[in-house]
């Protein structure tokens, strides 16, 4: 297909309530639509970095700049008739992964929209369905956090993330335990700690979590295999895994035994497809993570996770969990405890509502 034009928003959307990590305590995500047109149909994607480059180097304005500086003309008014071949184009330009994501997603939508599937499908999903699970940052107290879980485990969520930070460690997952005996938790540390920290992580060894999501340098495979020995908890890769590359290198030193996988952060759909196969043929599970993006990214991540070898619950939400009114229409609800379900219709089957993003855009730009 050919690309006739390319549409850039940059959003801000502000949070229900602040959700705080070991990077951020943020108010509002920061977020770049992508939509591509060809021959009248249009697609869009969406590359959910965040306002500053806390979670990884990439940030939303920055992604903006660099879509409409240089990856969106190498696409417009080309043909581009597989995902392949829109990532080659795109292949000289270093890094960036968010920023590809935008326009991968958006290539994914447009041509299962023109295709007439649901996106899902297309990608061999096992049906329109997806597990997700409950995930809860930084809170005013481990009471408040315990009432939380409780609320998440009666609604019937099969498992629950936890934010682990400096001030919020070995004690809330202690308290966490004790109060849920059997509950299935895991920790995400967001990159927060370093090799020297081996102890704390020997001891949390006794709390039976599924998984320690990230605990070292962002961009670390090393010290991570090192962990990985040392600790009977299997670690879960997340802002480490960048790229096919790099997640074909952290499988083979032992880096992990859990990949996260969330398409912005490794470059699209094309990429976070060919880490889940090279991840299955390895035998190291995978589940889909998030950014708090709006329906539109979070329907991308929903099909992905719909996928063989997503083996536990994904951070896809309700869109109410954090926005007073989602961006994207239709808005994401549970279709069942712990389950959502693929909106009905042609590629993600979900669009930017046009009041919202008049809202809370901050800046577009269209290239034709
Ligand atoms: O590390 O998984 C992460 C949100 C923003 C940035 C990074 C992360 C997250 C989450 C939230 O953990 C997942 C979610 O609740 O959708
Ligand atoms: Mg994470």
Redesign the pocket.
């Known amino acids: 297909m050919r690309i006739d034009q390319i549409q850039i928003h940059r959003v801000r959307m502000p949070l229900v309530y602040p959700?705080r990590?070991a990077?951020d305590d943020?108010y509002a995500?920061e977020s770049v639509l992508v939509k591509l047109t060809s021959n009248g149909v249009s697609g869009w994607g969406e590359a959910?970095p965040?306002e500053s480059p806390f979670?990884c180097s990439e940030w939303a304005g920055g992604v903006f700049l660099l879509i409409k500086d240089w990856l969106g003309p190498r696409l417009l008014h080309r043909e581009i008739d597989s995902s392949v071949q829109l990532q080659e184009r795109l292949a000289p330009f270093k890094g960036n992964p968010f920023a590809k994501a935008g326009l991968d997603l958006a290539w994914w939508d447009l041509h299962t929209r023109i295709a007439g599937v649901p996106l899902w499908q297309a990608l061999g999903g096992r049906g329109p369905e997806a597990e997700v699970g409950a995930?809860f940052?930084v809170m005013e107290s481990i009471d408040v956090l315990i009432e939380t879980i409780a609320r998440a485990f009666q609604e019937g969520f099969k498992r629950v993330?936890l934010?682990f930070r400096p001030g919020w460690g070995l004690e809330m997952v202690e308290a966490v335990r004790k109060a849920f005996p059997s509950g299935v938790f895991h920790v995400?540390c967001?990159s927060a700690y370093r090799l020297s920290d081996l102890d704390l992580f020997r001891q949390l060894d006794r709390f039976n979590l599924a998984m320690i999501?990230?605990p070292l340098a962002h961009d670390d495979l090393i010290d991570h295999a090192k962990l990985q020995q040392s600790i009977a908890t299997p670690v879960c890769l997340?802002?480490s895994i960048t790229s096919v590359e790099k997640a074909e290198k952290a499988i083979a030193v032992g880096a992990c035994r859990w990949i996260?996988i969330?398409p912005g952060r490794v470059g699209g759909i094309t990429t976070a497809v060919k880490i889940l196969r090279k991840a299955e043929s390895s035998g190291i599970p995978c589940w889909i993570?998030?950014?708090?993006?709006s329906a539109i990214g979070a329907s991308h991540c929903l099909a992905l996770a719909t996928l063989p070898n997503m083996l536990y619950p994904s951070?896809?939400?309700p869109s109410e969990?954090?926005y007073a009114k989602d961006l994207g229409s239709p808005e994401i609800r549970l279709a069942r405890p712990s389950v959502i379900r693929a909106f009905d219709g042609a590629g993600i089957a979900c669009e930017p509502d046009p009041r919202e993003l008049e809202l809370r855009k901050v800046e577009s730009c269209t290239l034709r």
Not at 289 to 293: D, R, T, V
Request: hydrophobic content about 35%; charged content about 35%.
């Open positions: 959700f990590t990077f943020a995500v959910a965040w979670y995930d940052g993330k934010k995400d967001n999501e990230q997340d802002e996260n969330k993570g998030g950014m708090l993006e951070d896809v939400f969990r954090f």
